[in-house]
């Protein structure tokens, strides 16, 4: 199972709802996956700052007086927001590789990282994460979230989605890889950095090693399709929008709703119902093996470009 | 005419006044409001009743039916009908992947297009498909009938028994075993009898019948590789 909702608005006027309209849909999801919830929510960026959502166990030793071993790190000052067992750093653009070294030395876990783009996930029921993290109160021009039914590996946090990619880059996914540990084993000796035995993260790694090696995400979207094997709806969020891709057989549902006001994605119609205008919506299902994407930028860069 | 909203009533209670109506109920015409998507509404009828349902379904609306009509006035989930024994539902909008899924009777209406997987595993119902329906579709179908006023997607009809599909459009791809046949009297009198019951106006010599080439039926050891 697995559910998964996505909300990207096109009326700058709903920005402000965004995290409690994304909220309402992923708690209507919640019989689809107890085991853990997430949230990928793009709030707008920062002139020459960028941001890494990061996350500890024990928050409270692990966060106090980290902006300052931070700033030192980086050669510049840090900003840190606690929420719960995360926290959103604002840092110098520039700066991610050698706050990351630091981050890996104090065993903090990075959620996220990029100029728009926070990750909020834990265990738990959707409800209870997006009370964790005052969900409900966040802003922003689109989002994707997912609440997870496991089933390829352990319920932990990180194993929750949405998986960060690369930069501002993240996927949520309901189905199951077949061949992630052959692919696993491909990507790390290519280099690329995968932390769990899930499956999901494999997809992610996948798409970050296909742009990475020049593609562009309609392309890496595309190409997965041939290697992949397995179930998958993909849900993925760019800085600019969000794209959508289901496998050939396309057994995991979703269906998507389009109005002047936003365009919507939902595993189920009910995670819909509760959006403005859906009763004159244009509501469908996306059809297999066909990427779809939507962007906030007319003329979207090459890793931000779909197809 | 009984008005029930889904909203206040809760499905199980919902489910349980329908169930409760038999072959000798007065209260003959129901409507649910507020349906929101819900899983399972008005499954496992057995009345000769009129079911309407204002707005969206999830899945497995009006599943087992038998005997009563159900109306789905808007969109219907997956598992829509799935093993329906009799009785007719109509969706006015599209519905979802394997709709009527193992079907044993009584008629499937869609005004819209079906998803893929349509009428998997037939066995005995007929289903009348206004637009396009999906991949897969009628995998296994082993009797009753398709109607398709649209066009079909990949492998349709794969390994199919005795079902019957009629198609107007294209058909994107044939699946294994199934081929396209000879359109005789007898299936033209048998489509316009289909399409006169679902209500859609539509001419049946434009359309072009399949089936089974029944090569699959007893082993064969140059199909060991298909297996």
Request: glycine share 12%; proline share 3%; net charge negative.
């Amino acid at each position: 199972m697995c559910g998964i909702v996505g909300l990207f608005l096109k009326d700058r006027s709903l920005e402000p709802k965004l995290g409690e309209m994304l909220t309402a849909m992923l708690i209507t999801m919640t019989d689809r996956g107890p085991d853990s919830a997430g949230i990928a929510i793009y709030g707008g960026e920062t002139v020459g700052r960028t941001k890494m959502t990061v996350q500890s166990d024990s928050p409270q030793t692990a966060f106090s007086g980290l902006e300052v071993v931070l700033s030192k790190a980086a050669g510049d000052p840090v900003s840190i927001d606690v929420k719960s067992t995360h926290a959103i750093l604002d840092i110098p653009a520039g700066s991610t590789a050698k706050i990351r070294e630091a981050l890996d030395n104090l065993g903090i876990r990075v959620m996220s990282r990029g100029d728009s783009l926070e990750i909020y996930k834990e265990v738990g029921l959707p409800k209870d994460v997006a009370a964790r993290f005052d969900l409900v109160d966040m802003s922003g021009t689109h989002g994707i979230g997912h609440t997870r039914m496991a089933t390829e590996s352990a319920v932990t946090t990180m194993g929750a989605h949405p998986f960060n990619t690369g930069d501002d880059q993240c996927l949520v996914h309901n189905g199951s890889l077949s061949n992630h540990n052959s692919l696993r084993r491909k990507l790390r000796r290519e280099g690329i950095h995968i932390e769990t035995e899930n499956d999901t993260e494999v997809g992610a790694a996948y798409l970050t090693w296909q742009m990475q090696n020049g593609a562009t995400l309609g392309e890496a979207l595309t190409s997965s399709l041939d290697d992949l094997d397995g179930f998958f709806t993909f849900v993925v969020g760019t800085k600019d929008g969000f794209g959508v891709v289901r496998d050939p057989i396309a057994c995991k549902p979703a269906v998507m709703a389009e109005t002047d006001q936003y365009v919507a994605f939902g595993s189920e119609y009910r995670a819909l119902v509760d959006l403005p205008g859906i009763e004159t919506a244009r509501v469908w299902e996306p059809e297999p093996a066909t990427v779809y994407f939507w962007s906030h930028n007319n003329t979207p860069s090459a890793t931000g470009k779909a197809a | 005419m009984q008005t029930i909203d889904l909203s206040e009533t809760g499905l199980r209670a919902m489910n349980k006044m329908l169930h409760e109506q038999s072959g000798t109920t007065n209260q003959t015409a129901w409507e649910i409001v507020n349906p929101k998507g819900a899983h399972a509404i008005a499954c496992g009828l057995d009345a000769p009743i009129e079911v309407t349902v204002k707005g969206s379904t999830g899945y497995y609306c009006a599943g087992m039916n038998q005997q009563a009509t159900v109306n789905i006035h808007g969109s219907a989930g997956p598992g829509t009908g799935e093993n329906i024994m009799s009785g007719k539902i109509v969706i006015e909008g599209d519905a979802s992947q394997y709709l009527g899924a193992t079907g044993h009777g009584g008629m499937i209406v869609v005004k819209g297009n079906a998803s893929s997987r349509c009428g998997i595993s037939m066995k005995g119902v007929n289903i009348v498909v206004q637009g396009n329906i999906g991949h897969m579709s009628a995998f296994m179908g082993q009797s009753g009938n398709l109607v398709v006023c649209g066009d079909a997607g990949d492998a349709l009809g794969d390994s199919c028994y005795e079902a019957r599909f009629f198609v107007r459009g294209t058909v994107k791809s044939l699946g294994a075993d199934c081929e396209k046949k000879e359109m005789r009297e007898e299936h033209l009198t048998l489509l316009q009898g289909l399409l006169d019951e679902a209500g859609i106006d539509a001419d049946p010599s434009e359309f072009t019948r399949y089936g089974s080439a029944r090569t699959l039926y007893n082993f064969d050891v140059d199909n060991a590789g298909a297996y």
